[in-house]
């Protein structure tokens, strides 16, 4: 059977505590996830509960699933980054047909497959027959994949089908769907690798393709199955990460083949190729999944979480490269012998110490933390979209300084955009001992499903400058994104005398305040019909793509006279491209007052930005949710007003 299991030299010792030294050596990870597990048990009393411990397998689910199928590639020698943008792609193409084209569901999901297999065939074509690097090919479907996936959904979130969405429940009221999936898929991957001609394959390809070529391999053909079977395990992850978050999200899975390719090398695979299994892979992802749920019970910084998981995740390869040095020794690949029998005895028997001893150290430290409740301070958990956004940092430090004046203990975390890690860090904060929740949803529809649970826990959630679909929350803090639109269409336009011709530069797709604000910017504008947009472009709420987009657009329009920015971010870059234009021959408006925009709107660069106050967004925020925590009345909707500032009314004004 094709392994990289490791054997020590000879002569180590003997019996149960012999048996216990190899196996912690010869297999890094296992060591890395029992001395994170211990730790986080000791440190947190609400890291080891049987609904913590479901979270970490559903949060590692998608993850894992993704690696398998990478691990495919890594074993033969490859490289595939195109699986986070697959998925996506996967997700929205069943999505779509199920919804928009009127396609059966099943049908639906057989495309959704199908979609995955044809990405990863154009993959392995390109690798084997265009003789493309592989980092090249796959970094190109991965750009092409994300394209179709914002195509079809036209940047929007698309419901998915019930029936579907039953993979992200359930079964009998504890056992989650997604995490039966990641075990079927696990064993699926050992299997081919194992027990296959096409797995003994990888590995020969892997540990020397010439010499697999000469051998009598069909290598190309090969590296064509390899591929394919990436984009059926990314098909596969997208499906289960869709159904979690009951909807398709075009910009879903961003970054995630870099966990998956993290989860492999952890793992215990090399990059050069020819190692690599299934059950290192799978704990490589358990090692990313308690980190950033054990984290996230820690209230640890946001920030310092992505620190801490690099410096984990070096330090778990370095500690395997050093016991390769060593001189443990890799056996071939396919080797079998008389005593391979009496092997896998003493393996599984060192596996069956191996959780004895873990369950005792953590039994003992899980004492530690027994009829010792720190419940004197309340605790809240603050969930943001993004703190890659001067706004919503703004929001935290608003929560911030109104949790300290209160004695409230809150914990802030950061889901980057991510509408599957925001899922993730509500279920770690319903698993927690909170009094309540406040979210900032990526996605409204996508927070459902996961503040449905806080809901079930008796956790009151408040919802902060977007609100939640489905769900029920205590109350909605928020300014009125689409009356913040009108009211920059209107200063806008009576800036330009009612005529000219303008350009809009629109957030992230798929996000509701994108959605909010360039619907109320159009409507506010059908009061000025000699006002023509002549072009309309994404740049991500990012003052960088700001610049980038504005740019371009100048190049097909140097004579626009207006621009509208759904942020302050964009609208600098925008200023920034349009140099001494700006604020004489075309004026910008900008969302949101942050502080850099009002400097703009003081120097005259910006003409204008819709201030939404966003510290006090998050100081209601906080307030609110001590409300309801303590049962006291609680209104369902606080509305903040939004003003329009200009360089009129910008001094002294307080964002």
């Not at 990460?241 to 989860?263: C, K, N, V």
């Not at 929740?437 to 009151?460: F, K």
């Not at 619907?519 to 504008?525: I, R, V």
């Not at 971010?569 to 009002?598: C, H, N, R, W, Y």
């Amino acid at each position: 059977m094709a392994t990289d299991t490791l054997k020590s030299k000879p002569g180590a010792q003997g019996g149960a505590t012999g048996g216990l030294r190899r196996l912690l050596l010869d297999n890094g990870a296992l060591t890395a996830l029992i001395v994170l597990v211990v730790a986080m048990s000791a440190l947190s009393g609400d890291f080891l509960t049987a609904d913590n411990l479901l979270n970490v397998g559903v949060q590692a689910a998608v993850t894992a699933i993704l690696a398998f199928g990478v691990t495919f590639v890594i074993v033969s020698a490859g490289i595939d980054l195109s699986v986070g943008s697959v998925a996506a792609l996967s997700a929205t193409v069943l999505a779509w047909s199920a919804t928009e084209a009127g396609i059966p569901v099943a049908l639906a999901v057989l495309l959704a497959v199908a979609t995955g297999i044809v990405c990863g065939l154009v993959n392995g074509f390109l690798v084997s027959y265009g003789k493309l690097p592989p980092f090249i090919a796959t970094l190109a479907m991965l750009s092409v994949a994300r394209g179709l996936s914002l195509v079809i959904s036209q940047g929007s979130p698309i419901a998915f089908p019930d029936s579907v969405s039953h993979l992200g429940d359930t079964l009998g009221g504890w056992l989650p769907v997604p995490v039966l999936v990641m075990v079927v898929m696990g064993l699926l991957t050992a299997f081919v690798l194992g027990r296959t001609y096409i797995g003994r394959s990888m590995y020969a390809i892997g540990g020397n393709e010439e010499a697999a070529r000469l051998s009598g391999l069909r290598v190309k053909k090969q590296k064509l199955a390899i591929y394919a079977f990436s984009g059926l395990f990314a098909a596969a992850a997208g499906i289960v990460l869709a159904s979690r978050l009951a909807s398709a999200q075009p910009q879903a899975a961003q970054g995630y083949e870099l966990d998956a390719i993290a989860a492999v090398v952890i793992g215990g695979a090399s990059l050069a190729g020819g190692t690599g299994k299934a059950s290192g892979t799978l704990i490589g992802a358990l090692i990313l999944a308690v980190l950033r749920n054990g984290l996230n019970l820690l209230s640890v910084s946001a920030f310092w979480q992505q620190v801490v998981i690099g410096v984990v995740i070096a330090l778990a390869v370095l500690f395997d490269t050093v016991r390769r040095k060593a001189g443990a020794t890799t056996p071939a690949a396919g080797a079998s012998g008389g005593g391979n029998s009496g092997n896998k005895a003493r393996q599984a028997l060192t596996y069956v110490i191996a959780a004895v001893v873990a369950v005792a150290v953590v039994g003992a430290t899980s004492l530690l933390h027994s009829g010792s409740s720190g419940a004197d301070k309340p605790k809240i958990g603050l969930s943001l979209s993004t703190l890659n956004n001067p706004f919503f940092v703004q929001i935290r430090d608003g929560a911030e300084e109104e949790a300290k004046k209160l004695g409230v203990d809150l914990t802030v975390t950061d889901a980057q955009n991510d509408a599957s890690q925001q899922a993730n860090q509500l279920q770690n904060f319903t698993s927690g001992s909170l009094s309540a929740v406040v979210v900032n949803p990526v996605d409204s529809d996508a927070a459902g499903p996961s503040v449905r649970g806080a809901n079930q826990a008796g956790i009151p959630v408040i919802a902060v400058d977007r609100g939640v679909n489905k769900a029920d929350t205590s109350a909605l803090v928020a300014s009125d994104n689409v009356e913040g639109g009108a009211l920059g269409a209107k200063a806008l336009a009576e800036k330009l005398g009612g005529k000219g011709t303008i350009v809009i530069l629109q957030g992230q797709a798929g996000t509701s305040a994108s959605r909010e604000r360039g619907a109320g910017f159009a409507e506010g504008l059908k009061a000025y019909p000699g006002i023509k947009v002549v072009a309309k472009q994404p740049a991500d709420f990012d003052r960088t793509k700001g610049l980038d987009v504005m740019t371009n657009l100048l190049q097909a329009h140097p004579d626009i006279d207006g621009v509208f920015a759904e942020n302050d971010e964009m609208a600098l870059g925008a200023i920034k491209a349009l140099g001494s234009k700006a604020g004489t021959s075309v004026q910008v408006v900008g969302f949101d007052g942050t502080p850099d925009g009002l400097k703009a709107v003081r120097a005259g660069t910006l003409y204008a930005s819709v201030a939404q106050q966003p510290s006090e967004l998050g100081r209601i925020a906080v307030r609110n949710a001590l409300r309801a925590a303590e049962d006291e009345k609680v209104e369902k909707m606080v509305k903040v007003p939004v003003k329009v500032v200009t360089k009129e009314n910008v001094a002294g004004f307080e964002g």
